[in-house]
């Protein structure tokens, strides 16, 4: 992506890991960045997280697909598995023919997406 798309995110919740104020600068490596798209998501399942509700434990975020994509045992406390996909650029044109052809089998891209993935995984 473009550097100018991007945004800085804690990696951890502020909310949860705050900053260690100890340190006389921040660590890079508590921060991520992520397309708008994503931020918000990524705000949105972590504010509607049972951790970030109610137990605020730090290692529950440690082990989120959120906070660590690379590396990850659930998506805000559920099992689940992602896989983000972009197209750009000369790649939009098989992002149009693949929406094209869910629309003709009635299907919505993503479940249309992993059908063929498991056709293809066999």
């Known amino acids: 992506m473009e550097p100018r798309a991007l945004q800085i995110d ?3 919740p502020y909310q949860i890991a705050g900053d260690d104020v100890s340190k006389k600068k921040l660590d890079v490596e508590d921060f991520m960045l992520l397309s708008s798209t994503s931020n918000r998501a990524k705000s949105w399942s972590c504010e509607h997280c ?3 509700i109610k137990d605020h434990d730090y290692t529950v975020c440690h082990s989120c697909y959120w906070a660590f994509p690379e590396n ?3 998506v805000a406390m ?3 598995r992602r896989l983000d996909l972009t197209w750009q650029d000369k790649e939009v044109e098989d992002y149009d023919n693949l ?3 869910a ?3 009635g299907s919505e891209l993503p479940d249309y ?3 063929i993935l498991k056709k293809n995984i066999k």
């Open 10 to 12: 804690h990696r951890i």
């Open 50 to 52: 049972e951790n970030w």
């Open 72 to 74: 990850y045992s659930h």
């Open 78 to 80: 559920r099992e689940i």
């Open 99 to 101: 929406k094209e052809q």
């Open 103 to 105: 629309d003709k089998e």
């Open 113 to 115: 997406v992993k059908e």
